[in-house]
């Protein structure tokens, strides 16, 4: 079991930025997939970027290519989503996911919220005009 701590939600105007930040306890392994999920009220949980604890892959959806980045500290279980030039549709919740086998190989895996065990309880974006 992974216990995950999500912070750094808040409101943001359109063109900001946000630091979303997420620390792991529990049973991580060097084959640790962490994963970014958002879901809007209405909506699937969509996959948005994860990253193995190795360090590769690294991954990202089409839709926030460009804007958001995955990276981790490894040292302290953490593993952070910075998103720039946000849009009015990236507003959701953003849950922090892990899994310790090998999903973070496969893109389409790595992005399925069914593929994850272990979830954060989420923290809110909100992008305004």
């Known amino acids: 079991r992974v216990d995950l701590a999500e912070s750094g939600g808040g409101s943001v105007q359109t063109g900001g930025s946000l630091r979303l930040s997420c620390v792991a306890s529990?049973?991580?392994?060097?084959?640790?997939?962490m994963a970014w999920f958002r879901q809007s009220p209405g909506k699937e949980r969509e996959g948005v970027a994860a990253?193995?604890?190795?360090?590769?892959?690294?991954w990202h959806s089409d839709s926030v290519k460009g804007r958001f980045a995955i990276s981790q500290d490894t040292a302290n279980k953490a593993v952070y989503l910075q998103m720039n030039s946000l849009k009015s549709e990236d507003t959701a919740m953003y849950y922090c996911?892990?899994?310790?086998?090998?999903?973070?190989?496969?893109?389409?895996?790595?992005?399925?919220?069914?593929?994850?065990?272990?979830w954060g309880q989420g923290t809110q974006v909100t992008v305004s005009s």
């Open positions: 990253i193995y604890r190795g360090g590769s892959p690294v």
């Open positions: 996911a892990a899994d310790v086998g090998a999903v973070c190989m496969n893109r389409d895996q790595a992005l399925r919220a069914s593929d994850y065990d272990n």
């Open positions: 529990g049973d991580t392994n060097s084959k640790t997939c």
